[in-house]
């Protein structure tokens, strides 16, 4: 069974700079998709994904401003969230997407970003 545990949210002013980290284990991390995905009051929106291969995707939103990575060696992906804005407030969850059949996704529990003053 996938787990994955979120870790590195917090808080921190505007302009300021936070990295999550989400450790995965229970499967082959190589074959996942892994992704960054928040939720503030309203749905779960995508901000960050990155395929087994290394490519990456972002919302329009966060663009030149965060970075997701992934080690896997250490079976980890990371999102490096720089000149942070009180919009970017949110319970932000790791996705793993199995890129082979049969295609099951998991989440993780959460962790928790405010960007205030």
């Known amino acids: 069974q996938v787990q994955l545990v979120e870790s590195g949210g917090g808080s921190a002013q505007p302009g300021g700079s936070l990295r999550l980290s989400c450790a995965f284990s229970?499967?082959?991390?190589?074959?996942?998709?892994m992704g960054w995905y928040r939720q503030a009051p309203g749905e779960r929106e995508l901000v960050a994904t990155i395929?087994?291969?290394?490519?990456?995707n972002y919302a329009d939103s966060v663009k030149g401003r965060f970075a997701i990575s992934r080690d896997n060696t250490k079976s980890t992906v990371y999102l490096q969230m720089n000149s942070l804005k009180p919009d970017d407030t949110a319970v932000y969850y790791c996705?793993?997407?199995?890129?082979?059949?049969?295609?099951?996704?998991?989440w993780g529990q959460g962790t928790q970003v405010t960007v205030s003053s």
């Open positions: 229970g499967s082959i991390f190589s074959i996942y998709a």
């Open positions: 395929t087994s291969g290394g490519s990456t």
């Open positions: 996705n793993a997407a199995r890129e082979i059949y049969p295609e099951y996704t998991y």
